[in-house]
C-alpha cells in the first residue's frame, strides 16, 4: 500500500516529466494558446494550420482519420466510431474547456494519436493541429 507521502512523491514525478517531454509548465497551462506557444517553442517552428487540417482529415494508414470521430471541421458534437460515445466538439471556440489543460492534453493526444497514427504524434504534428483548431470561429 502507497502511503500518501508516496502518492505526492508519484504525482511530482508525474507532474515533472510531463513538463520535461512537452515544454509546457502542467501548472500554467491555462489556455490553448498557452499549449500551443510550448509546442511551437519545443518543435522549433512555426505551426502551420493548413497542414494540421491535412493531418486532421487524412487517414495515415490506420483505420480511421482523427475527422472519423470528431467530424472535418470539429466545431460539432462527434461520435467515437468503436463505441457510439458523444464527443465534445473539439475545436476551443466551441468548447471553452479544450486545450486548458496540458496534462489531459497530452493524454489524449498519446492515446488518439496511437489509433490514427500508430505512434505518438511528434510536437510539430500537435502544434499543427491544435493552430488550424484555432482557426475555427463561431
Known amino acids: 500500500m502507497l502511503t500518501s507521502g508516496c502518492l ?3 504525482r511530482l514525478l508525474y507532474v515533472f ?3 520535461t517531454a512537452t515544454g509546457v509548465p502542467a501548472a500554467y497551462a491555462q489556455s490553448p494558446a498557452q499549449i500551443l506557444n510550448g509546442y511551437a517553442a519545443q518543435s522549433g517552428s512555426a505551426p502551420v494550420p493548413s497542414r494540421g ?5 487524412t487517414r495515415h494508414g490506420r483505420e480511421w482519420a482523427c475527422a472519423t470521430c470528431h467530424g472535418a471541421t470539429p466545431t460539432a458534437n462527434g461520435q467515437h466510431a468503436a463505441t457510439g460515445k458523444t464527443i465534445a466538439p473539439l475545436a476551443p471556440a466551441f468548447n471553452p474547456e ?3 489543460d496540458a496534462a489531459k492534453t497530452e493524454k489524449w493526444f498519446r492515446r488518439n494519436c496511437g489509433d490514427v497514427v500508430g505512434r505518438e504524434c511528434t510536437v510539430s504534428e500537435k502544434a499543427d493541429i ?6 475555427l470561429k463561431p
Open 130 to 135: 491544435l493552430s488550424w483548431l484555432m482557426t
Open 98 to 100: 479544450r486545450f486548458t
Open 8 to 10: 505526492r512523491a508519484l
Open 53 to 57: 487540417q491535412k493531418f486532421f482529415t
Open 17 to 19: 516529466g510531463f513538463v
